[in-house]
């Protein structure tokens, strides 16, 4: 589904971000991208989304160019990719319908068909019958539940999780990532979960790449790199984990 081959990213001031990445994310996988802050996941990000370019190397998303597409492209391309943030990023005047529906307005939808995908979206979160209420009537990971319908209402083939449970409660988190495990098991849909917290996804990932520097350094099945992690970031990680699970 996602082939990096040889990306580089360099930036005008001299910064690079990306180092001649390589991996691939296989079609109907779970995958947790971590990483220190400045590893290069937000670099890693902005590319998949189309908001920068490869300086260099190929990018292929469900067989596309990404280094060639044109900016007329670039919408039809966001539509295949649906993004959970850390703050959910939902409006407080509106309903929990309405920011779930908002998307599909914009990408002028009829009333019917939003009706139809925000309804089934809004019953894969539990939500449904929270679709007339406000976000501030709401937990917060309801809210971030509001943030996954909304991006499952656009019915992509990618969901990318930009550091989605880092707000939340250790309780909270561990819902929010069941969600998207079941999500990602009945619709197989292929998930990429980009967060610095390791200790949080051993139960529901497929496969975890580490990254560091604008590289990958280790990457394979979660079990393996937890149990025998080889590279001096990856055992800072596990060892990280191991504190938290200690102190809960």
Do not use: W
């Not at 292929?60 to 993004?83: C, H, K, N």
């Not at 990408?107 to 501030?136: F, N, T, W």
């Not at 060892?239 to 809960?248: F, G, I, K, N, T």
């Amino acid at each position: 589904m996602i082939r990096f081959e040889q990306v580089g990213k360099r930036y005008p001031n001299g910064h690079v971000g990306l180092h001649e990445l390589s991996f691939h994310v296989r079609r109907g996988e779970f995958l947790f991208v971590t990483g220190h802050s400045g590893a290069g996941k937000s670099t890693l990000l902005r590319l998949l989304l189309a908001m920068e370019r490869p300086t260099s190397g190929k990018l292929l998303l469900a067989g596309q160019d990404l280094s060639q597409i044109t900016t007329a492209q670039i919408p039809f391309l966001r539509r295949q990719i649906g993004v959970v943030f850390q703050n959910h990023q939902l409006l407080f005047d509106r309903s929990v319908f309405d920011n779930v529906a908002l998307p599909l307005q914009i990408l002028g939808l009829s009333k019917p068909d939003i009706a139809k995908r925000v309804g089934a979206a809004l019953e894969r979160v539990s939500l449904s019958d929270k679709a007339e209420q406000y976000p501030a009537d709401l937990s917060t990971g309801q809210q971030q539940r509001v943030g996954i319908a909304r991006a499952l209402a656009l019915e992509p083939k990618i969901l990318l999780c930009d550091e989605a449970t880092s707000a939340l409660d250790p309780q909270t988190t561990g819902q929010v990532l069941q969600l998207l495990a079941e999500i990602n098991r009945e619709l197989k849909l292929t998930i990429v979960l980009i967060t610095h917290e390791m200790d949080v996804i051993r139960r529901v990932c497929d496969r975890v790449a580490v990254m560091d520097g604008g590289v990958i350094v280790e990457q394979g099945a979660v079990a393996d790199v937890f149990l025998h992690p080889q590279h001096p970031t990856t055992q800072r990680f596990v060892l990280e984990a191991e504190h938290v699970d200690e102190s809960e």
